[in-house]
Every structure is written in C-alpha cells, then in structure tokens.
C-alpha cells in the first residue's frame, strides 16, 4: 500500500471569489477547479473572454482571444495564450475547430456535440444545435467496433449574404 498524502490544491486566491463548500460552475474559476486544472490568472481571462463571445455564437481565434485577454489582464505573451487554450482544451473546457484554410478557432461551447456551418466566401462560423437526446448524428451506418462518444459535422456552404451577393453577381 502506498502512503497517500492529500496535498492541497495549489490555488492563487487572489482569482475570482472564494466558494465555500462547493464548486461553482458558472465562473471560469469554478470551472478550473472541478475540472481539476490549476486556476492562473491567464487562463480564468482566456476562458472568460470565451465564455464572453459565447452568446454571440462567436468562434475565436487565438490571435482574437490574446487581442480580447490583453485587454482585460494586461501583458501576455502568443506562446501564453497558446499555452492556455491547449490546458483548457485538454481539460475539455474548450473546443477547437479547425475549418480547412482557417486559423483555429476556439468556443467554451462544449458537451453538446454542436456542428458547425462555415461560409466558404467571408468564413463565417455558425453554431447548429445537434439534437440533445436523440443524437442521431452519433448512429453512424458502422461504428467498426468504436465506441463513438461524439461527432463532429462541419457544414460548407455560403452564408445568406453571401448567397444573395453571388447570385446578383452570376445574373446576366
Ligand atoms: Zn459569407
Ligand atoms: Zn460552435
């Protein structure tokens, strides 16, 4: 048997408000927290600024969320915000998408098993709700003996403004 010794938790209490008892989900804080990552000031403001453009289906790249950071915290550095987004990734509280020809783009959005609408002419990403419960989308016609805990659905297409422009364009 070995000695298990419960060390504390290292916490910079100087981020966010103490929870006493409990973890609070709603802050970024929380979220770190039982998620069982180290809580550092970068990456409460990386996951703020994400949770921020959250409901407006905005999908961020990383030069985004360092320009969004750097307004909030002050100095950090590409290779910080980086570092940050790749924790908070592993952690599962942040998603990546990576549209061919796109930079990587980044959401708090995660565990819904959402999909994703890009415009192929000004690259706009949109949010689809996948349907919760049904899932139909995780029945593929052969799993191959995988357990399939999540797809990831990427539609292309031209977004309405898009559309309406190209069609004025290729009439004669
Ligand atoms: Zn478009
Ligand atoms: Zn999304």
């Known amino acids: 048997m070995t000695a298990h010794v419960h060390e504390p938790v ?3 209490e100087s981020v966010g408000r103490r929870t006493v008892g409990h ?8 979220r770190l927290r039982s998620a069982g990552i180290r809580v550092t000031n970068p990456r409460v403001a990386v996951l703020d600024v994400l949770e ?9 790249s990383a030069a985004t969320v360092e ?6 915290i002050g ?17 599962h509280l942040v998603r ?15 565990h819904d098993n959402h999909h994703h609408l890009v415009c192929r ?14 899932s139909a989308c995780l029945t593929p016609s052969s799993t ?20 309406a422009s190209s069609a004025t364009v290729a009439r004669p």
């Open 10 to 12: 290292p916490v910079d």
């Open 23 to 30: 973890t609070d989900e709603s802050t970024a804080v929380g």
């Open 52 to 60: 921020e453009a959250r409901p407006r289906h905005e999908h961020l």
């Open 67 to 72: 320009e969004r950071v750097r307004q909030r």
């Open 75 to 91: 100095a950090i550095s590409t290779q910080g915000v980086y570092d940050c987004l790749e924790a908070l990734g592993s952690a």
């Open 96 to 110: 990546t998408l990576e549209p061919a020809g796109q930079p990587a783009l980044y959401e708090s959005r995660v």
């Open 121 to 134: 002419s000004c690259n706009l990403v949109t949010d689809i709700d996948c349907v919760v419960g049904e």
């Open 144 to 163: 191959n003996g995988f357990v399939v805990d999540e797809a990831e659905v990427t539609f292309w297409g031209l977004c309405p403004s898009c559309a």
